[in-house]
């Protein structure tokens, strides 16, 4: 390409277009079948050990609900969590290749997934909580909206 041609308009500059990755956040459908996954994966087991086990079964477990239940709640939390902070998923989302990610596109600090987890279970419970997804163009319930974090499908390794 010669200095005169572009200078009389015979030859057009290029032009560098900056593209932003297009972020491709994860479908109601697919972060349904990721939780449903989850729960048969990690919590079932979790369950059955302390009802059966720990409490000497359902008879136990009845008397002493209140107990059970947070035998329960503590090892999914440590156990999401902790998959979560260091891979940035868990069983069900990689079924469904799902990546979880902060504001930064990283995993999300150990603090972050604490707060999504207290206020996921807040917004399951409450259901309101999940309203918001439902009408948000980036699918984002109130637990990812005040942890500032979001699930994306992640890159096919498969390709």
Do not use: C
């Not at 979790?46 to 059966?52: M, N, R």
């Not at 891979?87 to 979880?100: C, F, H, I, Q, V």
């Not at 996921?120 to 918001?132: E, H, R, V």
Request: charged residues 25%.
């Amino acid at each position: 390409m010669r200095w005169r041609d572009v200078k009389q308009n015979r030859v057009k500059k290029e032009s560098k277009k900056t593209t932003e990755p297009s972020i491709r956040y994860a479908s109601i459908s697919n972060r349904l079948k990721a939780f449903l996954t989850d729960t048969f994966m990690i919590t079932m087991p979790i369950l059955y050990i302390i009802i059966y086990l720990v409490m000497g079964g359902r008879e136990g477990f009845r008397e002493n609900m209140a107990e059970g239940w947070l035998y329960i709640a503590v090892p999914h939390y440590m156990i999401v969590v902790f998959l979560w902070s260091v891979k940035g998923e868990t069983p069900g989302m990689k079924a469904y290749n799902l990546k979880l990610l902060n504001t930064s596109m990283q995993r999300p600090r150990f603090l972050q997934s604490t707060l999504r987890y207290v206020l996921m279970q807040i917004s399951i419970l409450s259901i309101i909580g999940l309203l918001p997804a439902l009408f948000r163009k980036d699918k984002k319930a109130a637990h990812d909206i005040l942890s500032k974090t979001f699930l994306v499908e992640a890159e096919s390794e498969k390709g």
